[in-house]
């Protein structure tokens, strides 16, 4: 049997509801002390009692409608989020491509950004910089890596991420649809760099609203909604099920 990369048993998740006032602000002063401590302990839930595996060398994709959870679960594999009950054990070294520009800091430039993204991901410095021309290379940022990433477009900043987390030997890469923001022939460059991966045996877990970028590049796939996996199984499978339900 292969290995098992990421396991969630009965996760859940939620976050304090503190904007959320029932009944409105009238009848929360009329009750109290009784709304205060409903508003405290009141929670939003985005995830209730996910469990799912994935295994080493896989390609996973998730997919579910925008708050469906989505970014969550990636949080909590990549270890910035925990979970409010439940379990999540990942095994190997994770290489998260989250949100656009997390990790990277806008005072410095793109080459200092690729060094300090290296070392928070776990690699020496001499690794990095070692590795660094080929990374500036396959993100044609051109001049531009020598400038304050703050200057950068939404999709500098993606073509810099990709490339850095891309060319650094992942073990685990988590994408979270960063490749929206990119143009067409780096969307391309990124997807034929991720087949790559997944002959050399890399496990991915791929976020898209690309339904065809899903369905191509994962072995399998999850559907979450309404806070739960509505479906897991063979990719085409899943994203057959959710266009259905569109
Ligand atoms: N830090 C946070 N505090 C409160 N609510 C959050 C936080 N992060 C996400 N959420 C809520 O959790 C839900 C799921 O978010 P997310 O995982 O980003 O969804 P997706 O990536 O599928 O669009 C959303 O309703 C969102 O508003
Ligand atoms: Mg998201």
Redesign the pocket.
């Known amino acids: 049997m292969r290995e098992r990369a990421i396991v969630f048993e009965g996760v859940h998740k939620s976050?304090?509801l503190y904007y959320h006032i029932t009944g409105g602000f009238k009848n929360f002063l009329f009750n109290f002390p009784k709304s205060i401590t409903q508003f405290i302990t009141t929670r939003?839930d985005?995830l209730k009692g996910v469990s799912f595996e994935v295994l080493r060398g896989e390609t996973f994709g998730?997919i579910?409608?925008?708050?469906?959870?989505?970014?969550?679960?990636?949080?909590l594999i990549a270890g910035v989020l925990k979970p409010s009950s439940g379990a999540v054990t990942v095994q190997g070294r994770v290489s998260p491509l989250l949100e656009l520009g997390a990790g990277f800091n806008p005072e410095l430039t793109g080459r200092e950004n690729i060094v300090l993204n290296g070392v928070l991901m776990g690699l020496t410095r001499a690794e990095v910089v070692r590795r660094i021309g080929e990374i500036i290379e396959f993100s044609e940022l051109g001049n531009f890596i020598d400038q304050p990433i703050r200057m950068y477009s939404s999709g500098m900043l993606a073509r810099l991420g990709f490339s850095v987390v891309a060319l650094l030997d992942p073990e685990i890469l988590l994408i979270?649809?960063v490749l929206a923001v990119g143009d067409a022939d780096f969307q391309k460059k990124c997807l034929s760099k991720m087949m790559q991966f997944k002959k050399n045996g890399v496990t991915m877990i791929f976020?898209s609203h690309s339904l065809k970028d899903v369905e191509e590049i994962c072995d399998r796939a999850v559907w979450?909604d309404n806070q739960r996996i509505r479906m897991l199984g063979p990719a085409r499978e899943v994203v057959n099920g959710y266009k259905r339900a569109l």
């Open positions: 976050y304090p939003y985005v998730i579910g409608r925008n708050g469906a959870g989505k970014s969550t679960t990636l949080g979270d649809e976020v979450i």
